[in-house]
């Protein structure tokens, strides 16, 4: 990131935009046009190096009908999401440590395709929920479903920024411009950074940004900020499989230490967002 100084980077911490609908400004979601690359593993080690900042970090699983942070984290919650839906708890009531983390969670629940499917009003009492209750906490990190539904559109809308995960494979390209295009539509266009995910070296993953940036400059008039670029490592698939975060396994690897520094990026983001 620091070699290509025609790049939008880390630097760029531009104050968000008033929005048009609830916002926190400590929320953080994080999106993608497509499944497979690597979103929930981000939003997990990023929930993790916000947490090593000394921060109060929550972590929403907002994939609704596919949610996996707890496997991923190799937990077995007692009560999710679905105990909110279906009115037998508050959203509070279903919050967990992770201790070895360092950061709250709340689960999802896999695989109930009736959470996909909320009505609008059913929906947005959660957004508002979650809202009140990002007050207890630093940031709030919302790991959103692939694509870009209703129920993604309208958590993306709480946030005060967007991170769009996104590889060098052309049909992730094109799904991520595609979430950019709708984004745009809904007046979030100046909320989503670009993340980068996978890139086999500096010079690949800036390359792949510069093809989603210049698509986004020539048919959509628009310019979003790289956040970061997360470099490929083997070790990943290790800490995946072993159900243990990153920076628990393995701190000291090229992808860890690449979501450290997409972290600081957030920092500045919340930081402009309170200050605005």
Request: aromatic share 4%.
């Amino acid at each position: 990131m620091t070699d290509a100084k025609n790049l939008k980077t880390a630097n760029d911490t531009s104050t968000p935009t008033k929005a048009a609908f609830p916002q926190g400004k400590n929320v953080i979601a994080v999106a993608s046009g497509k499944g497979g690359v690597g979103k929930t593993w981000f939003s997990i080690t990023l929930s993790h190096a916000l947490a090593r900042q000394g921060k109060r970090v929550l972590l929403f699983d907002g994939d609704l009908g596919l949610a996996n942070v707890d496997v991923q984290l190799g937990l077995m919650p007692k009560r999710d999401l679905n105990d909110v839906i279906r009115g037998r708890l508050s959203l509070d009531k279903v919050v967990q440590t992770y201790e070895e983390g360092g950061f709250d969670i709340i689960a999802g629940r896999s695989g109930q395709a009736s959470l996909s499917a909320l009505p609008s009003q059913r929906l947005a009492m959660l957004r508002d929920q979650l809202l009140d209750l990002a007050q207890d906490y630093d940031v709030v990190v919302i790991d959103l479903g692939a694509g870009v539904d209703r129920t993604v559109r309208m958590m993306s809308a709480s946030a005060t920024r967007s991170l769009l995960i996104t590889t060098d494979e052309p049909t992730s390209l094109t799904d991520a411009y595609a979430y950019i295009k709708l984004g745009s539509a809904a007046g979030m266009s100046k909320r989503v950074s670009i993340v980068v995910n996978q890139a086999s070296s500096q010079l690949e993953g800036e390359k792949t940004y510069r093809t989603l940036h210049k698509a986004c400059e020539n048919f959509l008039r628009l310019s979003p900020p790289l956040a970061g670029l997360i470099r490929t490592d083997p070790r990943v698939k290790d800490t995946v499989r072993s159900q243990t975060p990153i920076l628990i396994r393995s701190p000291n690897t090229e992808a860890a230490q690449d979501v450290e520094k997409i972290a600081n990026y957030v920092d500045g983001i919340l930081k402009k967002a309170a200050s605005a």
